[in-house]
């Protein structure tokens, strides 16, 4: 098959090049920095059980002209959500109404987004970590599969066949909502200034993550959307582990921390390149779901105030105990 990815960073990068390996052509579109340091260094990938594996920059098609996705049969967008509106548009002027578009982003609004200009659009979550540990060298740092729409089953078999397990669903919007419940952790990785495994081996800042799911969760519940768990284990339990001694967590933290300990959250990583974030998408979903409700996030708000505060004066990092403080009484 012929893919294109669009927003070729971490996640595109990553899953571009397994597809490649694996004999599919594929034109990344992205930022022009990482197309200079693919031209120049070619693509590494490689995953926490040891397999690794190089495209030499030759073979590496990388432009920034969004028009080079109508050669594609399918089309990837791993875009940060405030840039969907934008590409979804451009998107729409040149592809067939047989191309594919599937969206592997964060939040919940990206495929509505995409469905307004393109055709053959299918929700999809990403259901493990990808670290950039080098210029272009990215990694997956965790288990977990991918998940698409019913729409795309030869693009789920693609991406089976290249070594990236690929499930179909036919209700995506549970499954999104339950791994933005399980993201609002970014923004406290952000904050905390530290590695996930380091952030999520300090009490106080599991106490924070846990709040913001709580409250998430109780927001749903009054909405009466439907998550599921990405999990092996019930979402409700989350906040309970969470909140446990360090001793007790360490058992169960293989569900939370990714077996690369020296992976960091995107939102982590756009804060460290100045970039803005996501945080809108994630923890500001639950704050717009609670107004809607004639009700407030207040946890949630917090993270979002800190972390747009965060982008103007680059104050960081925060100590579990300050930012517990910070957030207010709800997460004690």
Request: proline share 5%; charged share 15%; hydrophobic share 45%.
């Amino acid at each position: 098959m012929r893919f294109a990815v669009v927003g070729a960073g971490s996640v595109g990068c990553y899953i571009g090049a397994r597809l490649q390996v694996c004999g599919h052509t594929v034109v990344y579109i992205g930022r022009r920095p990482i197309a200079d340091a693919v031209a120049t260094h070619g693509l590494e990938v490689s995953d926490y059980r040891g397999w690794s594996a190089t495209v030499d920059r030759n073979d590496c098609w990388f432009t920034d002209e969004m028009a080079m996705a109508a050669t594609a049969d399918a089309v990837l967008v791993t875009v940060k959500s405030a840039a969907t509106s934008e590409v979804a548009a451009l998107l729409g002027r040149g592809l067939s109404r047989h191309t594919s578009v599937i969206s592997l982003q964060n939040g919940i609004r990206n495929a509505a987004e995409l469905a307004r200009e393109c055709h053959g659009v299918a929700a999809g979550t990403v259901g493990f970590t990808v670290a950039r540990v080098g210029p272009t060298h990215f990694r997956q740092a965790s288990k977990g599969r991918l998940t698409i729409g019913p729409a795309a089953t030869d693009v789920a078999a693609a991406l089976t066949a290249a070594g990236l397990p690929t499930g179909t669903r036919s209700e995506m919007l549970p499954l999104q909502w339950g791994k933005l419940v399980l993201h609002l952790n970014n923004a406290v990785n952000g904050l905390s200034g530290l590695t996930l495994g380091d952030q999520l081996a300090q009490r106080d800042f599991r106490r924070v993550y846990a709040a913001a799911v709580a409250e998430a969760l109780g927001v749903l519940r009054i909405a009466g959307q439907p998550v599921a768990s990405p999990l092996a284990i019930p979402l409700a339990a989350v906040p309970r582990i969470l909140r446990a001694p360090d001793s007790l967590f360490a058992h169960a933290a293989k569900q939370f921390v990714p077996l690369d300990p020296t992976a960091c959250s995107s939102m982590a990583d756009d804060l460290a390149a100045d970039k803005p974030t996501e945080v809108d998408y994630l923890n500001g979903e639950i704050v717009a779901m609670a107004a809607r409700l004639g009700n407030t996030a207040p946890v949630n708000a917090a993270l979002v105030k800190l972390i747009h505060d965060t982008e103007r004066t680059r104050r960081r990092p925060w100590s579990g105990e300050a930012l517990l403080a910070a957030v207010g009484a709800t997460a004690q």
